[in-house]
């Protein structure tokens, strides 16, 4: 019972599913109403604002990362791989995850249950920074989609528009975020294998 007195950190404290990577715990920090972008503060647990957004840059799903993920060389490696290259590293984060419901969510740090099917892979800076997209279990109208395909253009188009600009300010002459790919379930569910191996080498060095 002495574990019960103190809140899990969201990273750290809770698992990625029994099921993963078919079915995975996500914790939510950001929701599309929100004009400010929340982030878990990786020393404590708690949501501290990352910054507020100052241009008209909507999160158009929930928002959040797998627990304990970690991008580091074993995510690295596929996007080196996938794309031919050598440079590229992980960016040192819990692997993002947008979860696609129907239904009005009004707040994040929340913990949800969905099943990934597709995802961005993005690179920021020349850093892994993969985008998975998610359904959340049981919604009644996207629990129907089994793949990235299944999703709407519009719906595709709005999570493109917003993680290759959401990093920008006018007047930077290149985007910090890159859009190199879209793909499907298959290759969302080895990102997320190898980023459970990459946060247990990471807590290992600690």
Not at 89 to 116: M, Q, S, Y
Not at 158 to 169: A, E, G, Q, S
Request: aromatic residues 10%; charged residues 30%.
């Amino acid at each position: 019972m002495e574990n019960y007195k103190f809140k899990a950190h969201p990273w750290h404290g809770i698992k990625a599913g029994d099921k993963a990577p078919e079915l995975v715990n996500c914790f939510i920090e950001i929701v599309p109403t929100d004009t400010v972008k929340y982030e878990v503060d990786k020393e404590t647990g708690y949501l501290s604002i990352d910054r507020p957004q100052k241009y008209s840059n909507i999160i158009p799903a929930l928002y959040g990362f797998i627990p304990q993920t970690y991008s580091g060389d074993r995510v690295a490696e596929l996007t080196n791989l996938e794309l031919g290259r050598t440079d590229i590293e992980g960016d040192n984060d819990p692997v993002d995850i947008c979860v696609l419901t129907e239904k009005d969510i009004t707040h994040g740090d929340i913990i949800v249950k969905a099943r990934p099917i597709g995802g961005f892979r993005l690179l920021d800076h020349n850093k892994a920074d993969d985008k998975l997209i998610a359904v959340l279990e049981n919604d009644a109208i996207y629990s129907t989609f089994n793949s990235i395909n299944d999703v709407p253009a519009t719906v595709i188009d709005r999570l493109k528009h917003y993680f290759t600009t959401y990093k920008d300010i006018p007047g930077d002459k290149f985007p910090r975020c890159i859009l190199t790919e879209i793909y499907d379930v298959a290759t969302a569910h080895e990102i997320i294998r190898r980023s459970i191996e990459d946060y247990q080498i990471y807590m290992d060095d600690k």
